[in-house]
Protein backbone atom coordinates (compact mmCIF):
# COMPACT_ATOMS: atom_id res chain seq x y z
CA UNK A 1 0.00 0.00 0.00
CA UNK A 2 1.20 3.36 -0.89
CA UNK A 3 1.87 5.54 2.18
CA UNK A 4 -0.61 8.10 1.25
CA UNK A 5 -3.09 4.83 1.25
CA UNK A 6 -1.76 4.49 4.50
CA UNK A 7 -2.42 7.46 5.92
CA UNK A 8 -5.94 8.13 4.59
CA UNK A 9 -6.75 4.37 6.08
CA UNK A 10 -5.08 5.66 9.69
CA UNK A 11 -7.48 8.76 9.21
CA UNK A 12 -10.17 6.56 8.81
CA UNK A 13 -9.26 4.50 11.73
CA UNK A 14 -8.87 7.66 13.93
CA UNK A 15 -12.30 9.12 12.56
CA UNK A 16 -14.26 5.94 13.77
CA UNK A 17 -12.27 5.73 17.34
CA UNK A 18 -14.08 9.13 18.01
CA UNK A 19 -17.21 9.55 18.92
CA UNK A 20 -17.10 13.01 17.22
CA UNK A 21 -17.39 11.84 13.39
CA UNK A 22 -20.50 8.95 14.73
CA UNK A 23 -22.18 12.09 16.24
CA UNK A 24 -21.49 14.46 13.16
CA UNK A 25 -22.62 11.65 10.88
CA UNK A 26 -25.93 10.86 13.09
CA UNK A 27 -26.95 14.58 13.07
CA UNK A 28 -26.41 14.93 9.66
CA UNK A 29 -28.41 11.22 8.07
CA UNK A 30 -31.06 12.26 10.77
CA UNK A 31 -31.24 15.78 9.90
CA UNK A 32 -31.84 14.76 5.59
CA UNK A 33 -33.64 11.76 6.54
CA UNK A 34 -36.24 14.16 8.13
CA UNK A 35 -36.03 16.31 5.42
CA UNK A 36 -36.75 13.61 3.09
CA UNK A 37 -39.88 12.69 4.57
CA UNK A 38 -41.43 15.95 4.83
CA UNK A 39 -39.98 16.13 0.64
CA UNK A 40 -42.08 12.79 0.78
CA UNK A 41 -45.22 13.63 2.57
CA UNK A 42 -45.23 17.36 0.75
CA UNK A 43 -44.64 15.42 -2.82
CA UNK A 44 -47.62 12.83 -1.62
CA UNK A 45 -50.29 15.68 -0.71
CA UNK A 46 -49.80 17.32 -4.17
CA UNK A 47 -49.94 14.16 -6.03
CA UNK A 48 -53.12 14.31 -7.56
CA UNK A 49 -52.94 17.76 -8.44
CA UNK A 50 -49.72 17.06 -10.41
CA UNK A 51 -51.71 13.69 -11.92
CA UNK A 52 -53.95 16.21 -13.37
CA UNK A 53 -51.03 18.23 -15.20
CA UNK A 54 -49.73 16.79 -18.38
CA UNK A 55 -45.87 17.99 -17.99
CA UNK A 56 -46.05 18.23 -14.51
CA UNK A 57 -42.34 17.76 -12.55
CA UNK A 58 -41.76 14.15 -11.01
CA UNK A 59 -40.11 12.91 -7.45
CA UNK A 60 -37.68 13.20 -9.05
CA UNK A 61 -37.78 17.07 -9.29
CA UNK A 62 -39.54 17.71 -6.56
CA UNK A 63 -38.37 15.34 -3.64
CA UNK A 64 -34.42 14.33 -4.85
CA UNK A 65 -33.05 17.31 -6.57
CA UNK A 66 -33.92 19.64 -3.58
CA UNK A 67 -33.41 17.42 -1.08
CA UNK A 68 -29.53 17.39 -2.76
CA UNK A 69 -29.67 20.84 -2.83
CA UNK A 70 -30.44 21.50 0.89
CA UNK A 71 -27.33 18.62 1.53
CA UNK A 72 -25.17 20.71 -0.90
CA UNK A 73 -25.73 23.75 1.47
CA UNK A 74 -25.23 21.47 4.79
CA UNK A 75 -21.40 20.13 3.51
CA UNK A 76 -21.00 23.44 3.35
CA UNK A 77 -20.97 23.29 7.33
CA UNK A 78 -20.08 19.42 7.46
CA UNK A 79 -16.52 19.20 5.96
CA UNK A 80 -14.95 22.10 7.52
CA UNK A 81 -16.02 19.97 10.81
CA UNK A 82 -14.77 17.03 9.28
CA UNK A 83 -11.65 18.27 8.25
CA UNK A 84 -10.48 20.34 11.03
CA UNK A 85 -8.79 18.24 12.69
CA UNK A 86 -6.65 16.39 10.07
CA UNK A 87 -3.65 18.95 10.29
CA UNK A 88 -4.45 21.39 12.60
CA UNK A 89 -4.80 18.43 15.47
CA UNK A 90 -1.72 17.00 14.54
CA UNK A 91 -0.15 19.93 15.15
CA UNK A 92 -2.16 21.00 18.24
CA UNK A 93 -1.53 17.57 19.72
CA UNK A 94 2.37 17.83 18.96
CA UNK A 95 1.90 15.10 16.59
CA UNK A 96 2.88 16.14 13.53
CA UNK A 97 6.27 15.01 13.48
CA UNK A 98 5.69 11.65 13.35
CA UNK A 99 4.49 12.39 9.60
CA UNK A 100 7.00 14.73 8.87
CA UNK A 101 9.75 12.65 10.14
CA UNK A 102 8.73 9.49 8.15
CA UNK A 103 10.41 10.28 5.26
CA UNK A 104 6.75 10.24 3.32
CA UNK A 105 6.99 13.61 1.81
CA UNK A 106 4.49 16.37 2.04
CA UNK A 107 2.72 15.49 -0.95
CA UNK A 108 1.82 11.93 0.01
CA UNK A 109 0.97 13.18 3.58
CA UNK A 110 -1.83 15.73 2.08
CA UNK A 111 -3.31 13.25 -0.13
CA UNK A 112 -3.26 10.78 2.72
CA UNK A 113 -5.18 13.25 4.68
CA UNK A 114 -7.34 14.73 1.92
CA UNK A 115 -8.32 11.03 0.62
CA UNK A 116 -9.04 9.69 4.33
CA UNK A 117 -11.27 13.16 5.14
CA UNK A 118 -13.14 12.27 1.37
CA UNK A 119 -13.65 9.17 2.12
CA UNK A 120 -16.02 9.79 5.59
CA UNK A 121 -17.51 12.99 3.30
CA UNK A 122 -18.38 10.76 0.40
CA UNK A 123 -19.94 7.76 2.84
CA UNK A 124 -22.41 10.40 4.18
CA UNK A 125 -23.06 11.72 0.43
CA UNK A 126 -23.54 8.27 -0.80
CA UNK A 127 -26.19 7.37 2.35
CA UNK A 128 -28.01 10.27 1.82
CA UNK A 129 -28.30 9.37 -2.05
CA UNK A 130 -29.52 6.19 -0.96
CA UNK A 131 -32.56 7.69 0.42
CA UNK A 132 -34.13 9.35 -3.00
CA UNK A 133 -32.75 6.20 -4.66
CA UNK A 134 -35.10 3.79 -2.05
CA UNK A 135 -38.02 5.71 -4.26
CA UNK A 136 -37.07 3.87 -6.91
CA UNK A 137 -38.54 0.64 -5.46
CA UNK A 138 -42.02 2.27 -5.53
CA UNK A 139 -42.15 5.08 -7.95
CA UNK A 140 -40.51 5.79 -11.73
CA UNK A 141 -36.89 8.03 -11.14
CA UNK A 142 -35.05 9.51 -13.15
CA UNK A 143 -32.02 8.22 -12.64
CA UNK A 144 -29.89 9.73 -15.10
CA UNK A 145 -30.66 13.34 -13.25
CA UNK A 146 -30.46 11.81 -10.11
CA UNK A 147 -27.21 10.89 -11.02
CA UNK A 148 -25.66 13.83 -12.29
CA UNK A 149 -27.11 15.72 -9.31
CA UNK A 150 -24.82 12.90 -7.32
CA UNK A 151 -21.83 13.24 -9.03
CA UNK A 152 -21.97 16.86 -8.91
CA UNK A 153 -22.81 16.74 -5.33
CA UNK A 154 -19.42 15.03 -4.89
CA UNK A 155 -17.34 16.90 -6.78
CA UNK A 156 -18.70 19.77 -4.56
CA UNK A 157 -17.62 17.78 -1.71
CA UNK A 158 -14.68 16.55 -3.06
CA UNK A 159 -13.64 20.34 -3.55
CA UNK A 160 -14.72 21.25 0.50
CA UNK A 161 -12.99 18.85 1.28
CA UNK A 162 -9.39 19.86 -0.24
CA UNK A 163 -10.23 23.63 0.98
CA UNK A 164 -10.96 22.00 4.14
CA UNK A 165 -7.38 20.36 3.98
CA UNK A 166 -5.80 23.96 3.20
CA UNK A 167 -7.48 25.54 5.65
CA UNK A 168 -6.54 23.14 8.09
CA UNK A 169 -2.57 23.03 7.51
CA UNK A 170 -2.75 27.13 7.53
CA UNK A 171 -4.91 27.28 11.29
CA UNK A 172 -2.80 26.28 14.01
CA UNK A 173 -5.99 25.23 15.91
CA UNK A 174 -8.66 23.17 14.48
CA UNK A 175 -11.77 25.53 15.60
CA UNK A 176 -9.83 28.31 13.36
CA UNK A 177 -9.33 25.82 10.84
CA UNK A 178 -13.05 25.11 10.36
CA UNK A 179 -14.20 28.91 10.61
CA UNK A 180 -11.62 29.67 7.51
CA UNK A 181 -12.80 26.79 5.63
CA UNK A 182 -16.45 27.79 6.25
CA UNK A 183 -15.69 31.57 5.25
CA UNK A 184 -14.06 30.60 2.22
CA UNK A 185 -16.98 27.86 1.56
CA UNK A 186 -19.49 30.63 1.76
CA UNK A 187 -17.16 33.39 -0.01
CA UNK A 188 -17.14 31.02 -3.17
CA UNK A 189 -20.92 30.55 -2.72
CA UNK A 190 -21.53 34.26 -2.93
CA UNK A 191 -18.63 35.39 -5.08
CA UNK A 192 -20.76 36.15 -7.81
CA UNK A 193 -24.02 37.36 -5.74
CA UNK A 194 -23.67 40.89 -6.44
CA UNK A 195 -23.20 40.45 -10.33
CA UNK A 196 -25.88 38.22 -10.50
CA UNK A 197 -28.00 41.45 -8.89
CA UNK A 198 -26.88 43.63 -11.49
CA UNK A 199 -27.53 40.93 -14.31
CA UNK A 200 -24.44 39.56 -15.23
CA UNK A 201 -24.36 35.52 -15.04
CA UNK A 202 -21.88 34.89 -17.87
CA UNK A 203 -18.64 36.68 -16.28
CA UNK A 204 -15.03 35.72 -14.92
CA UNK A 205 -16.60 36.26 -11.54
CA UNK A 206 -19.64 33.81 -12.12
CA UNK A 207 -17.05 31.52 -12.95
CA UNK A 208 -15.26 31.47 -9.85
CA UNK A 209 -18.57 30.43 -7.97
CA UNK A 210 -19.49 27.24 -6.92
CA UNK A 211 -23.10 27.52 -7.60
CA UNK A 212 -22.10 28.44 -11.19
CA UNK A 213 -20.77 24.92 -11.54
CA UNK A 214 -23.46 22.79 -9.12
CA UNK A 215 -26.67 24.15 -10.51
CA UNK A 216 -25.84 22.35 -14.04
CA UNK A 217 -25.27 19.03 -12.49
CA UNK A 218 -28.86 19.38 -9.92
CA UNK A 219 -30.46 20.12 -13.54
CA UNK A 220 -29.24 17.18 -15.13
CA UNK A 221 -26.46 18.56 -17.05
CA UNK A 222 -22.94 17.25 -16.67
CA UNK A 223 -20.66 19.22 -18.73
CA UNK A 224 -16.62 19.30 -18.54
CA UNK A 225 -16.05 23.00 -18.19
CA UNK A 226 -17.98 22.49 -14.40
CA UNK A 227 -16.17 19.04 -13.76
CA UNK A 228 -13.28 20.72 -14.76
CA UNK A 229 -13.75 23.77 -12.02
CA UNK A 230 -14.33 21.46 -9.31
CA UNK A 231 -10.79 19.91 -9.94
CA UNK A 232 -8.87 22.49 -10.75
CA UNK A 233 -10.25 24.10 -7.67
CA UNK A 234 -9.49 20.43 -5.77
CA UNK A 235 -6.00 20.74 -6.81
CA UNK A 236 -5.19 23.83 -6.20
CA UNK A 237 -6.21 23.74 -2.57
CA UNK A 238 -4.30 20.76 -2.16
CA UNK A 239 -1.21 22.24 -3.80
CA UNK A 240 -1.19 25.05 -1.58
CA UNK A 241 -1.73 22.71 1.72
CA UNK A 242 1.54 20.95 0.49
CA UNK A 243 3.53 24.39 0.02
CA UNK A 244 2.23 25.37 3.63
CA UNK A 245 3.14 21.76 5.08
CA UNK A 246 6.55 22.74 3.53
CA UNK A 247 6.73 25.81 5.59
CA UNK A 248 5.63 24.15 8.57
CA UNK A 249 8.53 21.53 8.01
CA UNK A 250 10.82 24.76 8.86
CA UNK A 251 9.21 25.98 11.53
CA UNK A 252 10.47 25.04 15.11
CA UNK A 253 7.51 24.46 16.68
CA UNK B 1 35.34 1.49 14.43
CA UNK B 2 32.57 0.97 11.62
CA UNK B 3 31.95 3.98 9.56
CA UNK B 4 29.57 6.57 10.83
CA UNK B 5 25.90 6.22 10.63
CA UNK B 6 25.15 9.69 10.89
CA UNK B 7 27.43 12.46 9.74
CA UNK B 8 26.62 16.24 10.45
CA UNK B 9 28.90 18.23 8.79
CA UNK B 10 29.06 21.50 9.26
CA UNK B 11 25.23 22.17 9.55
CA UNK B 12 23.76 25.57 10.65
CA UNK B 13 19.85 26.55 11.01
CA UNK B 14 18.26 30.23 11.62
CA UNK B 15 15.01 30.91 12.84
CA UNK B 16 13.46 34.26 12.08
CA UNK B 17 17.24 35.76 11.48
CA UNK B 18 18.48 34.27 15.30
CA UNK B 19 21.21 31.12 14.82
CA UNK B 20 19.76 28.32 16.48
CA UNK B 21 22.55 25.90 15.33
CA UNK B 22 25.55 26.46 13.91
CA UNK B 23 28.67 24.89 11.87
CA UNK B 24 27.42 21.53 14.02
CA UNK B 25 29.99 18.35 12.98
CA UNK B 26 29.06 15.30 14.35
CA UNK B 27 29.39 11.46 13.77
CA UNK B 28 27.57 8.37 15.32
CA UNK B 29 28.26 5.05 15.04
CA UNK B 30 26.82 1.84 14.86
CA UNK B 31 26.94 0.64 18.39
CA UNK B 32 27.58 4.07 19.93
CA UNK B 33 25.59 5.94 21.95
CA UNK B 34 26.20 9.96 22.18
CA UNK B 35 24.71 11.83 24.29
CA UNK B 36 23.89 15.81 23.44
CA UNK B 37 23.61 17.92 26.32
CA UNK B 38 22.93 21.69 26.47
CA UNK B 39 20.91 24.15 28.50
CA UNK B 40 17.27 25.47 27.17
CA UNK B 41 18.01 26.78 24.12
CA UNK B 42 21.17 25.56 23.12
CA UNK B 43 19.92 24.38 19.46
CA UNK B 44 19.71 20.39 20.99
CA UNK B 45 15.87 19.97 19.35
CA UNK B 46 16.82 22.00 16.39
CA UNK B 47 19.76 19.66 15.80
CA UNK B 48 17.80 16.25 16.51
CA UNK B 49 15.02 17.90 14.32
CA UNK B 50 17.55 18.07 11.37
CA UNK B 51 19.32 14.55 12.81
CA UNK B 52 15.63 12.85 11.88
CA UNK B 53 15.14 14.31 9.09
CA UNK B 54 12.14 16.86 10.38
CA UNK B 55 13.92 20.00 9.39
CA UNK B 56 16.11 20.60 6.67
CA UNK B 57 19.92 22.83 7.51
CA UNK B 58 20.19 26.10 5.99
CA UNK B 59 23.67 25.00 5.15
CA UNK B 60 25.95 21.89 6.06
CA UNK B 61 25.05 18.24 5.33
CA UNK B 62 23.05 15.68 7.68
CA UNK B 63 24.11 11.93 5.94
CA UNK B 64 22.92 9.07 6.75
CA UNK B 65 24.99 5.67 6.14
CA UNK B 66 27.11 8.27 3.88
CA UNK B 67 24.22 9.49 1.89
CA UNK B 68 22.50 13.33 2.01
CA UNK B 69 19.45 13.33 3.72
CA UNK B 70 18.44 16.28 1.72
CA UNK B 71 18.65 14.92 -1.25
CA UNK B 72 16.89 11.53 -0.45
CA UNK B 73 14.32 12.03 2.47
CA UNK B 74 12.95 8.30 1.99
CA UNK B 75 15.74 7.36 4.16
CA UNK B 76 14.62 8.45 6.51
CA UNK B 77 11.50 6.28 6.68
CA UNK B 78 13.48 2.95 7.14
CA UNK B 79 16.54 4.43 9.01
CA UNK B 80 15.70 6.90 11.34
CA UNK B 81 13.67 6.38 14.89
CA UNK B 82 12.88 9.61 16.26
CA UNK B 83 10.91 10.36 19.37
CA UNK B 84 10.39 14.11 19.76
CA UNK B 85 10.63 16.34 22.93
CA UNK B 86 6.87 15.39 23.01
CA UNK B 87 5.74 11.91 21.90
CA UNK B 88 3.47 11.87 18.61
CA UNK B 89 0.91 9.37 20.16
CA UNK B 90 -2.61 9.20 18.40
CA UNK B 91 -4.24 9.37 21.32
CA UNK B 92 -7.78 8.07 20.17
CA UNK B 93 -6.06 4.70 19.53
CA UNK B 94 -4.70 1.43 21.36
CA UNK B 95 -0.78 0.70 21.68
CA UNK B 96 -0.62 -2.26 19.09
CA UNK B 97 -3.01 -0.09 16.64
CA UNK B 98 -0.86 2.98 16.79
CA UNK B 99 2.34 1.28 16.68
CA UNK B 100 1.05 -0.96 13.51
CA UNK B 101 0.70 2.03 12.11
CA UNK B 102 4.01 3.21 12.96
CA UNK B 103 5.82 0.61 11.69
CA UNK B 104 3.92 0.61 7.76
CA UNK B 105 4.88 4.53 8.13
CA UNK B 106 8.29 3.69 7.91
CA UNK B 107 8.10 0.93 5.65
CA UNK B 108 7.50 -2.59 7.26
CA UNK B 109 6.62 -4.77 5.20
CA UNK B 110 2.81 -5.84 6.11
CA UNK B 111 3.91 -9.30 6.78
CA UNK B 112 6.44 -8.47 9.39
CA UNK B 113 4.99 -5.76 11.09
CA UNK B 114 3.36 -7.99 14.01
CA UNK B 115 6.44 -9.26 14.77
CA UNK B 116 7.86 -6.08 14.55
CA UNK B 117 5.74 -4.77 16.65
CA UNK B 118 5.77 -7.23 19.42
CA UNK B 119 9.61 -6.99 19.51
CA UNK B 120 9.13 -3.32 20.46
CA UNK B 121 6.14 -3.95 22.77
CA UNK B 122 8.63 -6.57 24.63
CA UNK B 123 11.42 -3.97 24.77
CA UNK B 124 10.04 -1.08 26.05
CA UNK B 125 7.61 -3.27 28.73
CA UNK B 126 4.29 -2.52 27.04
CA UNK B 127 2.56 -5.61 27.80
CA UNK B 128 0.41 -4.32 30.21
CA UNK B 129 -0.89 -1.70 27.91
CA UNK B 130 -1.25 -3.06 24.55
CA UNK B 131 -5.03 -3.38 24.08
CA UNK B 132 -5.54 -0.03 25.63
CA UNK B 133 -6.05 3.93 24.60
CA UNK B 134 -3.65 5.78 24.87
CA UNK B 135 -5.45 8.85 25.90
CA UNK B 136 -5.78 7.49 28.84
CA UNK B 137 -2.20 6.33 30.31
CA UNK B 138 -0.12 7.52 32.29
CA UNK B 139 2.84 9.96 30.84
CA UNK B 140 5.38 7.23 31.94
CA UNK B 141 3.53 4.94 29.69
CA UNK B 142 2.77 7.45 27.34
CA UNK B 143 6.87 8.17 27.06
CA UNK B 144 7.56 4.31 26.66
CA UNK B 145 5.26 3.71 23.99
CA UNK B 146 6.55 6.99 21.73
CA UNK B 147 10.07 5.18 22.57
CA UNK B 148 8.24 1.99 21.16
CA UNK B 149 7.70 4.11 17.84
CA UNK B 150 10.86 5.05 17.39
CA UNK B 151 12.23 1.78 17.35
CA UNK B 152 9.12 -0.43 15.86
CA UNK B 153 11.00 -0.50 12.53
CA UNK B 154 14.58 -1.30 13.68
CA UNK B 155 16.16 1.96 12.36
CA UNK B 156 20.06 2.21 11.52
CA UNK B 157 20.12 5.40 13.76
CA UNK B 158 17.82 6.30 17.04
CA UNK B 159 17.41 9.84 17.91
CA UNK B 160 15.64 10.21 21.47
CA UNK B 161 14.76 14.08 22.68
CA UNK B 162 14.27 14.20 25.99
CA UNK B 163 13.51 10.16 26.52
CA UNK B 164 13.35 10.16 30.64
CA UNK B 165 10.89 13.03 30.58
CA UNK B 166 7.99 12.08 32.55
CA UNK B 167 9.45 8.65 33.53
CA UNK B 168 9.58 7.70 37.34
CA UNK B 169 13.11 6.40 38.83
CA UNK B 170 12.22 2.77 38.38
CA UNK B 171 11.27 3.48 34.65
CA UNK B 172 14.17 5.73 34.17
CA UNK B 173 16.34 2.86 34.81
CA UNK B 174 14.98 0.70 32.49
CA UNK B 175 15.49 3.28 30.26
CA UNK B 176 19.12 3.69 30.67
CA UNK B 177 18.96 -0.15 30.46
CA UNK B 178 17.13 -0.06 27.05
CA UNK B 179 19.34 2.55 25.53
CA UNK B 180 22.16 0.81 26.53
CA UNK B 181 21.02 -2.50 24.64
CA UNK B 182 19.79 -0.34 21.74
CA UNK B 183 23.24 1.23 21.44
CA UNK B 184 24.53 -2.46 21.21
CA UNK B 185 22.98 -2.64 17.33
CA UNK B 186 22.08 0.55 16.54
CA UNK B 187 23.82 4.04 16.27
CA UNK B 188 22.04 6.44 19.18
CA UNK B 189 21.71 10.25 19.84
CA UNK B 190 19.69 10.87 23.44
CA UNK B 191 19.20 14.37 24.39
CA UNK B 192 18.93 15.12 28.32
CA UNK B 193 18.92 17.32 30.87
CA UNK B 194 19.77 14.20 33.21
CA UNK B 195 23.66 14.11 33.52
CA UNK B 196 23.21 10.61 35.33
CA UNK B 197 21.50 9.29 32.71
CA UNK B 198 23.89 10.36 30.05
CA UNK B 199 27.41 8.90 32.36
CA UNK B 200 25.07 6.05 32.57
CA UNK B 201 23.82 5.58 29.26
CA UNK B 202 26.27 6.86 26.50
CA UNK B 203 29.91 6.54 25.48
CA UNK B 204 30.01 10.12 24.36
CA UNK B 205 29.30 13.20 25.06
CA UNK B 206 28.45 16.40 23.10
CA UNK B 207 27.82 19.79 24.69
CA UNK B 208 25.32 22.35 22.82
CA UNK B 209 25.96 25.82 23.98
CA UNK B 210 24.33 28.71 22.20
CA UNK B 211 24.18 26.55 18.55
CA UNK B 212 27.78 25.92 18.90
CA UNK B 213 29.52 22.12 19.53
CA UNK B 214 31.69 23.33 22.61
CA UNK B 215 33.08 19.95 23.73
CA UNK B 216 33.20 16.49 22.81
CA UNK B 217 34.25 13.22 24.23
CA UNK B 218 34.15 10.24 26.13
CA UNK B 219 31.41 10.29 28.82
CA UNK B 220 33.70 8.11 31.00
CA UNK B 221 36.04 10.11 33.29
CA UNK B 222 38.60 9.63 35.96
CA UNK B 223 40.26 7.12 33.76
CA UNK B 224 42.88 9.60 33.42
CA UNK B 225 46.66 10.98 34.10
CA UNK B 226 45.77 13.20 36.66
CA UNK B 227 45.22 12.26 40.20
CA UNK B 228 44.18 14.19 43.32
CA UNK B 229 46.82 12.98 46.45
CA UNK B 230 46.07 13.84 49.89
CA UNK B 231 48.95 12.82 52.91
CA UNK B 232 49.08 13.29 56.38
CA UNK B 233 52.04 15.15 56.33
CA UNK B 234 53.34 17.81 54.01
CA UNK B 235 55.76 16.59 51.14
CA UNK B 236 57.71 18.41 48.62
CA UNK B 237 57.11 18.55 44.54
CA UNK B 238 60.45 16.80 44.53
CA UNK B 239 59.43 14.56 47.10
CA UNK B 240 56.92 13.30 44.66
CA UNK B 241 58.33 13.60 41.32
CA UNK B 242 61.40 11.87 42.36
CA UNK B 243 58.94 8.91 42.57
CA UNK B 244 58.84 6.69 39.15
CA UNK B 245 55.16 6.89 38.35
CA UNK B 246 55.14 10.69 38.69
CA UNK B 247 55.62 12.95 36.08
CA UNK B 248 54.40 16.35 36.97
CA UNK B 249 53.46 17.72 40.73
CA UNK B 250 51.76 20.79 41.77
CA UNK B 251 50.22 21.74 45.20
CA UNK B 252 46.79 22.48 45.72
CA UNK B 253 47.31 23.26 49.24
CA UNK B 254 49.69 22.19 52.00
CA UNK B 255 48.42 18.63 51.91
CA UNK B 256 46.83 18.12 48.84
CA UNK B 257 48.53 17.88 45.45
CA UNK B 258 47.39 16.95 41.80
CA UNK B 259 49.60 14.41 40.18
CA UNK B 260 50.14 13.70 36.88
CA UNK B 261 51.51 10.70 36.07
CA UNK B 262 53.87 9.25 33.43
CA UNK B 263 52.67 7.24 30.37
CA UNK B 264 51.78 3.73 31.29
CA UNK B 265 51.29 4.25 35.16
CA UNK B 266 47.96 4.33 36.77
CA UNK B 267 46.88 4.93 40.56
CA UNK B 268 47.97 1.49 41.41
CA UNK B 269 51.47 1.90 41.05
CA UNK B 270 51.43 5.61 42.41
CA UNK B 271 49.68 4.41 45.79
CA UNK B 272 52.30 1.06 45.83
CA UNK B 273 55.17 3.85 45.33
CA UNK B 274 54.18 6.33 47.99
CA UNK B 275 53.80 3.31 50.80
CA UNK B 276 56.72 1.81 49.57
CA UNK B 277 58.76 5.50 50.60
CA UNK B 278 56.79 5.65 53.59
CA UNK B 279 53.87 8.72 52.65
CA UNK B 280 50.74 8.12 54.73
CA UNK B 281 47.84 8.75 52.19
CA UNK B 282 44.87 10.13 53.16
CA UNK B 283 43.21 10.85 49.18
CA UNK B 284 44.04 9.34 46.23
CA UNK B 285 41.09 9.87 43.38
CA UNK B 286 40.60 11.10 39.66
CA UNK B 287 40.92 14.25 39.42
CA UNK B 288 39.95 14.87 35.74
CA UNK B 289 36.88 17.44 35.29
CA UNK B 290 33.70 15.34 35.84
CA UNK B 291 30.82 15.57 33.36
CA UNK B 292 28.73 17.84 35.67
CA UNK B 293 31.91 20.59 35.59
CA UNK B 294 32.52 20.42 32.19
CA UNK B 295 28.93 21.19 31.74
CA UNK B 296 28.47 24.03 34.37
CA UNK B 297 32.02 25.74 33.11
CA UNK B 298 30.32 25.71 29.01
CA UNK B 299 26.90 26.53 30.70
CA UNK B 300 28.29 29.87 32.58
CA UNK B 301 30.55 30.68 29.27
CA UNK B 302 33.60 29.76 30.55
CA UNK B 303 36.37 28.61 28.62
CA UNK B 304 37.15 24.99 29.04
CA UNK B 305 40.97 24.40 29.22
CA UNK B 306 41.58 21.81 26.99
Not at chain 2, 85 to 103: D, I, Q, S
Amino acid sequence: MSAAGLIARHEWRRLAAQPFAWTLAAIVLALMAWQFLLAVQGFLDLAPQLAARRDAPGVTDLVAIPLLRSFANLLLLLVPLVTMRSLAGERRAATLPLLLASGVGDARIVLGKYCGALGFVLVLVALVALMPLALGLGTALDYGKLLAAVLGIALFAAALTAIGILCSAWAGQPALAAAAALALGALLLIVDAGARLQGVTNAGINYLALPTHLEPFLRGIVASVDIVYFLLLTALALLLAVQRLDVLRARPH
Amino acid sequence: MSPPILELVRVSRQFAGRTVVQALDLAVARGEVLGLLGVNGAGKTTAMRMMAGALAPDAGHVRLGGRDLAQHPQLARRQVGYLPETPPLHAELTTVEYLRFCARLHGVARGAVTAAVERAIERCQLGEVRGRVIGVLSKGWRQRIGIAQAIVHAPDLIVLDEPASGLDPVQALGLRALVRELGRAHAVVLSTHLLPDVAACCDRVAILHQGRLRHTGPTAVGGGTHLRLGTRAPLTAQTLTSLTPVATAAPLDVLHWRVGLRPGSDAADLAAALVGHGVAVTELRADEPPLEAIFIAIASGEALAA
